[in-house]
């Protein structure tokens, strides 16, 4: 319910009263299920943690190569906020100013974990590969994905959902593998 006012009202402030309004309910109904809104929102959180997290589980033991790894972890992303534009508007924090500041925290971590684990794709194929990566460029490999990512996200949420978040990314996603997964040269960083 919550996720569907913030997809149909872009750009707008939701209140309880239209929430218990568009799900049919009194308000008092929606707070016996929840003591307040940042409650609704931390559920809505909650959801793209599991669902990403979980996919994200799945990936890491499905696949071995890296670069296979980064794409189906990014695309997946994609594809999550595609279905759900109301949390991706929640993930990016413009519905939350206002709000608790513990939600804004918690959005944070939601993308510092994404980082981490692209991290941790990156420094376990160095294990694998004969081209070692410090841990600067692992680190900075991580960040360029995510700002790719959320960069979409955000011009997804930005456009009021006109047009999938996954719209050219096979082709951008090629060009970004170039810089990051070519074989570096010595004019490399």
Same mark, same amino acid.
């Given at each position: 319910? !919550?996720?569907?006012?913030?997809?149909?009202?872009?750009?707008?402030?939701? /209140?309880?009263? /239209?929430?218990?309004?568009?799900?049919?309910?009194?308000? $008092?109904?929606?707070?016996?299920?929840?003591?307040?809104? *940042? @409650?609704?929102?931390?559920? !809505?959180?909650?959801?793209?943690?599991?669902?990403?997290?979980?996919?994200?589980? @799945?990936?890491?033991?499905?696949?071995?190569?890296?670069?296979?790894?980064?794409?189906?972890? $990014?695309?997946?992303?994609?594809?999550? $906020?595609?279905?759900?534009?109301?949390?991706?508007?929640?993930?990016?924090? =413009?519905?939350?100013?206002?709000?608790?500041?513990? !939600?804004?925290?918690?959005?944070?971590?939601?993308?510092?974990?994404?980082?981490?684990?692209?991290?941790?794709?990156?420094?376990?194929?160095?294990?694998?590969? /004969?081209?070692?990566?410090?841990?600067?460029?692992?680190?900075?490999? *991580?960040?360029?994905?995510?700002?790719?990512?959320?960069?979409?996200? =955000?011009?997804?949420?930005? =456009?009021?959902?006109? $047009?999938?978040?996954?719209? =050219?990314?096979?082709?951008?996603?090629?060009?970004?593998?170039?810089?990051?997964?070519?074989?570096?040269?010595?004019?490399?960083?």
């Amino acid at each position: 319910m !919550l996720a569907g006012e913030l997809e149909t009202k872009p750009g707008s402030r939701i /209140s309880t009263a /239209s929430l218990a309004a568009a799900v049919g309910v009194s308000e $008092a109904a929606l707070y016996r299920h929840f003591a307040s809104k *940042a @409650q609704m929102f931390e559920a !809505l959180i909650e959801f793209a943690e599991q669902t990403i997290f979980g996919v994200f589980n @799945q990936i890491m033991n499905e696949q071995a190569e890296a670069e296979t790894r980064c794409h189906h972890m $990014a695309t997946a992303l994609l594809r999550f $906020a595609e279905r759900n534009p109301g949390i991706t508007r929640v993930l990016l924090g =413009d519905i939350l100013v206002g709000e608790q500041q513990r !939600l804004r925290a918690r959005v944070s971590q939601f993308f510092a974990r994404v980082e981490t684990q692209f991290k941790q794709v990156m420094r376990e194929s160095n294990l694998h590969q /004969s081209a070692e990566l410090d841990a600067t460029q692992v680190a900075a490999i *991580a960040r360029l994905l995510l700002t790719v990512v959320v960069g979409r996200l =955000d011009q997804f949420v930005r =456009d009021d959902f006109a $047009a999938s978040p996954a719209q =050219d990314w096979e082709l951008q996603w090629t060009l970004v593998c170039r810089g990051i997964f070519a074989t570096p040269t010595t004019d490399a960083v």
